[in-house]
């Protein structure tokens, strides 16, 4: 699985936009990317995954860049409860050896 | 559709003993797999396992057994405990990706928190 690398930490205010950027140079073509967030101390949680395409759900919007090294993944109006540490990670469509980084501890304020 | 169940929630354990936490999951999940999480920091994974009577080690698997009987449970045991061991474990599972969209997404238990004294 590719190795991702992420901020330690963001800060936005409630009602803004929220990108937490991610960078995977060496995915290869086969893996997605893919997008958890931890709030507190609760299980993960799913939120979106994309191959090459932009994707979009209820929750965020994903954005991959064109050679895929890099993407973004947006939260379009923040709120307190979207505080939580947000991890990216690439793997194929078969899960097998999933390791998490440290991840980006997004902080939301008023 | 209980989705990954974790028990114990909470443990308390001595230097020296052994126990085990059990995971499991209703979902047909071929995937499953064991992170603990320290203090403020990430997950790190400690086994892992693509099916049952398959399982592999994962970035920290000293101190910890598994085994896969069933595909529907995956438990994790502690022969010796030692302090090392404090930590929120958490549980995960994965099934086989759709055709459509060729991804496969974990879903993850609420934890498990171990204190060994």
């Known amino acids: 699985d590719a190795k991702t690398t992420q901020p330690p930490s963001m800060d936005c205010a409630e009602g803004r936009a929220a990108n937490l950027p991610c960078n995977h140079s060496t995915i290869s073509g086969n893996e997605y990317v893919y997008w958890y967030r931890q709030i507190h101390s609760q299980g993960p949680q799913y939120i979106i995954h994309g191959l090459k395409n932009n994707e979009t759900n209820e929750m965020a919007s994903l954005i991959i860049t064109e050679d895929r090294k890099s993407s973004t993944l947006i939260l379009p109006h923040a709120t307190l409860r979207d505080t939580a540490v947000y991890y990216c990670i690439a793997y194929t469509g078969t899960a097998s050896k999933l390791t998490f980084g440290t991840g980006t501890r997004l902080q939301v304020t008023l | 559709n209980a989705g990954v169940t974790q028990t114990p929630k909470f443990q308390v354990l001595k230097t020296g003993q052994s126990m085990t936490l059990q995971c499991a999951q209703d979902m047909n999940h071929e995937y499953m797999s064991w992170y603990r999480q320290d203090p403020g920091m990430g997950l790190r994974l400690i086994h892992y396992s693509v099916g049952a009577g398959i399982t592999d080690q994962g970035e920290v698997p000293n101190g910890y057994n598994v085994s896969r009987s069933t595909t529907e449970d995956f438990p994790l045991r502690l022969l010796s405990a030692a302090p090392s061991q404090t930590s929120v474990y958490f549980c995960?599972?994965?099934?086989?990706?759709?055709?459509?969209?060729?991804?496969?997404?974990?879903?993850f238990g609420a934890g498990s928190r171990l204190t060994v004294l």
């Open positions: 995960a599972s994965a099934g086989r990706a759709g055709s459509q969209s060729g991804a496969n997404v974990l879903t």
